[in-house]
Nanobody, 125 residues
Framework: QPQLVESGGGLVQPGGSLRLSCAGSGFSLEYYTIGWFRQAPGKEREGVSCISVSGGYTNYADSVKGRFTISRDNAKNTVYLQMNGLKPEDTGIYYC??????????????????WGQGTQVTVSS
């Protein structure tokens, strides 16, 4: 079955960095918009960042703009989320997902139809 597999989460101190990976397994990511989402305890899932098929368009939530960078390497069938200057409020489960129906800059979860299993990110001193 085609799958999206996230990795790279962990525990980090405030101000630290993590690099998340979203890899396609039996699934070519090059044909899809890819988004990163997160869900903190007690909160709804929110869009963090998304990237177009070609990488020509990227969008970020205001809360992470300037700290996070999304990128893709289609040759490696992988999308990355570099997270710098992490804050405790960044804590949550991070998911990647694919969107087949065109690109939307809103990065809304409802527009994505295939999801990974998630990777935990904890920012704490």
């Amino acid at each position: 079955q085609p799958q999206l597999v996230e990795s790279g989460g962990g525990l980090v101190q405030p101000g630290g960095s993590l690099r998340l990976s979203c890899a396609g397994s039996g699934f070519s990511l090059e044909y899809y918009t890819i988004g990163w989402f997160r869900q903190a305890p007690g909160k709804e899932r929110e869009g963090v960042s998304c990237i177009s098929v070609s990488g020509g368009y990227t969008n970020y939530a205001d809360s992470v703009k300037g700290r996070f960078t999304i990128s893709r390497d289609n040759a490696k069938n992988t999308v990355y989320l570099q997270m710098n200057g992490l804050k405790p409020e960044d804590t949550g489960i991070y998911y990647c997902a694919s969107r087949s129906l065109g690109y939307s800059s809103s990065c809304r979860p409802g527009g994505y139809d295939r999801w990974g299993q998630g990777t935990q990110v904890t920012v704490s001193s």
